[in-house]
């Protein structure tokens, strides 16, 4: 079993209450993300709102982003340690599916939306999980190797998060089902996070024109800031004469008046793609002398996505600045998450995104107590590299003041020789004035021994076994130490650099924030 607090919300149209969870154990083709960032989606609103049925208390959320903490015996795409991107869930074996057409997979409604019970409060209560193969608002969750796709150490978790879904659809949308060319006009209905998405995918391809409908102002900036050429609003689309005619026509609001106005707008032989989830059969209806002229109307889940194979590319489209998803990103704490789904519900965010390691409330420092204390009593040297993989990366602002340290690692060379200096801990005053090694003399006083060091150190955010992650670097000698979080006040720091293993092991150790004490310098 493994603990989790997840963003729990117990009655049809709810709030959500961040809640202390048990989940199972992944099966032999799952496994256990410790999740880092998670988005706000339209569609966790339509649950939240009852349109998936009665399916609470629930967790919804279903752009997660994170680091793989356990698999089961037959996973073999992934391993501890790796950075990851949850997509939706799909079968893998149906034609759909072996086309490379998994968003229309045989079992979609079965693995995206029926209630399954992978967690319970502590108290026994189940709560119905798996939402979109996910349920990724909380800070672990289990999920099936399909649903797992490899991110790149570069992509920050904030951006990560938006590609398993919102951008995906967008972006999916122009590239698998519509795809412009140069030449051609696409109008987008919307300017949310999926309606964005496309005007940059549409932009990347060299579309000539294209436009954006969108009542809010500030949207229709931000449209025309991310590669629109024009932005106006419905009502202003609508007096337009003549009647502005478009190859392309996407629809975000799956709306009767947004249909109307995608098929008003589609030229003869052009295609408007509808892709918003609204509740029940939600019955449209269409002109079908229009339609006559050769138009077509088509529905698209999920882009046509192949989550494998088009996260990925989302990925290398914003290392090259062609998906700037950043520009629609506002984050959130976990303990704020009801404070980001009312901004969703608003609009004045348009992609808020939740950060799980934000969470440091008392309760999170009570649970981490019972690991700090099984790394007091001892852990074998391959139980420590996969726990320092495990866990969320560190802010280097947040390693401010003094800390007391102590060697995890049993019997190595370091750790002796911090043992016969006194090693105290360390002291960060700021980023680029550090103390790496202080030391305590036998009346109590600590000092900053600098020989000992061979100068200072600072802080930077470096790379270290998949994790991007405050990392100090000496001044004098070539180590690095590395920092990861296991709780609220607790680091856990691995050195690394010439000379630093012994026979083979790694030095690693804990570090504890405390009370700041005067620290004198000794040269």
């Not at 759909?96 to 995206?112: I, K, Q």
């Not at 800070?139 to 920050?156: A, F, L, Y």
Request: glycine share 10%; with cysteine.
């Amino acid at each position: 079993m493994t603990a989790a607090v997840a963003a729990l919300v117990r009655e049809r149209g709810g709030s959500v209450a961040l809640t202390d969870v048990v989940l199972r154990s992944p099966d032999p083709r799952e496994l256990v993300v410790r999740v880092m960032a998670s988005g706000v989606c339209p569609t966790d609103l339509f649950g939240i709102d009852g349109g998936a049925g009665n399916r609470f208390p629930a967790v919804f959320g279903h752009e997660g982003a994170g680091i793989v903490e356990a698999v089961g015996a037959e996973v073999a795409r992934v391993r501890p340690g790796d950075r990851v991107v949850l997509g939706f869930g799909s079968c893998g074996a149906c034609d759909s599916c072996r086309d490379g057409h998994s968003a229309y997979c045989d079992r979609f409604a079965e693995l995206n939306y029926a209630p399954r019970s992978d967690a319970a409060t502590e108290d026994g209560e189940r709560v119905t999980t798996a939402w979109m193969a996910q349920s990724s608002w909380a800070t672990r969750v289990v999920v099936h190797e399909s649903s797992v796709v490899p991110i790149g150490d570069d992509v920050p978790w904030a951006v990560a998060a938006t590609l398993g879904c919102g951008i995906l659809t967008g972006a999916g949308t122009v590239l698998n089902v519509l795809r412009p060319a140069p030449g051609d006009a696409l109008l987008v209905l919307g300017a949310g996070t999926t309606g964005l998405a496309a005007v940059m995918a549409a932009a990347h391809r060299g579309v000539t024109r294209i436009v954006v409908s969108d009542p809010v102002e500030a949207r229709r900036v931000l449209a025309l800031e991310v590669g629109a050429t024009e932005a106006l609003s419905p009502r202003d689309l609508a007096a337009q004469r003549p009647a502005p005619s478009f190859s392309h026509v996407l629809d975000t609001a799956g709306t009767q008046s947004s249909i109307d106005a995608a098929l008003a707008a589609v030229a003869p032989r052009g295609i408007a793609a509808t892709v918003a989830l609204k509740p029940g059969a939600n019955p449209m209806t269409v002109s079908q002398s229009r339609l006559l002229w050769g138009r077509t109307l088509t529905g698209v889940i999920e882009g046509d996505a192949d989550v494998a194979r088009d996260v990925p590319l989302l990925a290398a489209l914003w290392r090259a600045g062609r998906l700037p998803v950043e520009r629609l990103i506002g984050t959130y704490a976990f303990a704020d998450a009801q404070a980001a789904i009312a901004d969703a519900r608003a609009g004045r965010v348009v992609k808020p995104v939740l950060e799980m390691e934000m969470v440091t409330d008392a309760a999170s420092a009570a649970s981490v107590r019972p690991l700090v204390d099984r790394l007091r009593d001892g852990v074998p040297d391959d139980d420590l590299a996969a726990l320092w993989r495990s866990l969320p990366p560190v802010r280097t602002a947040e390693l401010r003041g003094l800390w007391r340290g102590w060697a995890a690692t049993r019997g190595h060379r370091a750790g002796r020789l911090l043992e016969r200096s006194r090693w105290y801990g360390k002291l960060f005053r700021s980023d680029d004035d550090v103390a790496p090694l202080v030391c305590e003399t036998e009346d109590g006083t600590l000092v900053a021994d600098a020989g000992l060091a061979r100068g200072g150190a600072t802080l930077r955010t470096i790379v270290h076994d998949g994790v991007a992650t405050a990392s100090m670097v000496y001044d004098g000698q070539p180590i690095i130490d590395h920092f990861v979080r296991l709780g609220p006040g607790t680091v856990f720091g691995v050195m690394t650099g010439r000379d630093t293993d012994d026979r083979g092991r790694a030095f690693y150790f804990v570090l504890e924030h405390v009370e700041d004490r005067p620290v004198a310098l000794r040269e």
